[in-house]
């Protein structure tokens, strides 16, 4: 059965750092490029970052870049998404994607 489940998602101040995991399971994780997206209250999904199946190549939002480092590892069949600097408007659920597969998503609020 082919998963995802994101985890490490809260509640942050502004200024503040989060770092998501993604653990996958179900499928050969190391031949997947991988993403993040979020959505924002009434807002459509925002794709925030890729990552290629080797972890060599990543695309950033223009909103997230120098903020935000997507990485993985693939013997631990997991991918990250560490935030930095977290702003109110990072507030949304982030999901984790790859494989044509979605995660339930995990709640970021920045807020103070």
């Known amino acids: 059965q082919v998963q995802l489940v994101e985890s490490g998602g809260g509640l942050v101040q502004p200024g503040g750092s989060l770092r998501l995991s993604c653990a996958a399971s179900g499928f050969t994780f190391s031949m997947y490029s991988m993403n993040w997206y979020r959505q924002a209250p009434g807002k459509g999904r925002e794709l925030v970052a890729f990552i290629n199946s080797a972890g060599v190549s990543t695309t950033y939002a223009d909103s997230v870049k120098g903020r935000f480092t997507i990485s993985r590892d693939n013997a631990k069949n997991t991918v990250y998404l560490q935030m930095n600097s977290l702003k109110p408007e990072d507030t949304a659920v982030y999901y984790c994607?790859?494989?044509?597969?979605w995660g339930p998503g995990t709640q970021v609020t920045v807020s103070s």
């Open positions: 994607n790859g494989r044509q597969t």
